[in-house]
């Protein structure tokens, strides 16, 4: 019997879905570089470099061009985001394919085609959780993904975050 064998294991298997995927990305993605903070910043930016705060308060029709180059450049961004994050779940898949593996109180054995990656719980540095998805981090932006769907029964999903919420901190 091995150190990777326990009496405690949950598996998991799957292909990562690309809702998935753009919900990991996103998650990951900094708080600064979101829209809800992008979005004023450039909208405040364009105010300034154009008709200055002062103007805008009295005449406030002289923003109507800078919410209008505000509002394409958010619905560029958007497009691009999407699809470059399609892009990437698309490479993803191909690269990584189907995965699976076992969840123990050892830690984590995570398999793809191409490699076998196996970590002591002592290794990783931070969990998030969703109602849906975790994502526990080995490194800042080095990470295992676990969707609802890698999970065969609600049991063996509440058993495994159950686990990790006991074995890594919160971050």
Known sequence: MSKYDAVNSISFSGIVSMNEFLRIQRMCTPVWARWYVFS????????????????????????????????FILVAVAAITRYSGVKAWRRMTLLVGAIRGVATDWGI???????????????FVKVRQERDL??????????????RSFFTSEHEWHQFNKLVRSRVKKG
Request: hydrophobic share 45%; glycine share 4%; aromatic share 14%.
């Open 40 to 71: 004023p910043c450039v909208l405040s930016s364009l105010v300034l470099l154009g008709a200055g705060w002062s103007k805008a308060i009295s005449e406030p029709t002289s923003l109507l061009s800078d919410l209008i180059l505000t509002a």
């Open 109 to 123: 054995e995570w398999t793809t085609a191409n490699t076998t990656s196996k970590f002591e719980w002592s290794k």
């Open 134 to 147: 975790s994502l526990v981090f080995y490194a800042a932006r080095g990470l295992f993904y676990f969707p």
